[in-house]
């Protein structure tokens, strides 16, 4: 009788060995699946934003300077910019600009820059897709 419990130790010895090595694969095989999903989600929500900003373009149609500086602001993009998306700039310096609003593919938005006279300045406009730059007249 003794002999056969000898036989039987290294067989289940082995089995209980090829259990852990199955179960720590299958635990493997989950995780580097999920990884991958994980970095396919980034990836792709990345490729999401960067196309959107791409069709978010604006170009200056006018800057008259005065009293109150006026700009016309066009979106000539395939995207809604929102207006604070927008930055203007003024010889390197921020300004606010009274009007801006969202503006729509296609649209005009006039906005203006009050008590401030842009006047012989370089005028710079920015949106998430490019940027204008022209001189205030």
């Keep these: 009788m003794t002999a056969n419990k000898k036989g039987i130790t290294p067989i289940i010895a ?3 060995l090829l259990m852990i090595t199955i179960s720590m694969v299958g635990f493997a095989w989950i ?5 991958g999903a994980s970095a396919m989600e980034s990836v792709s929500a990345g490729m999401n934003n960067q ?3 791409i069709g978010k373009i604006i170009s200056i149609d006018n800057a008259n300077g ?3 500086s006026v700009i016309s602001i ?3 993009g395939t ?3 929102k207006s604070n998306e927008i930055g203007i700039y003024v010889d390197g310096n921020a300004k606010s600009c009274a009007g801006l609003t969202d503006i729509l593919p296609g649209q005009v938005v006039d906005c203006t820059i009050a008590g401030y006279d842009c006047a012989g300045k370089i005028l710079k406009v920015t949106a998430p897709g490019n ?3 022209i001189m205030c007249r």
């Design 51 to 53: 196309t959107q900003s």
């Design 131 to 133: 940027y204008d730059e």
């Design 79 to 81: 995207q809604e910019i």
């Design 66 to 68: 005065g009293a109150d």
């Design 31 to 35: 995780w580097f699946q999920r990884l």
């Design 74 to 76: 066009r979106n000539i």
């Design 14 to 16: 082995i089995v209980l």
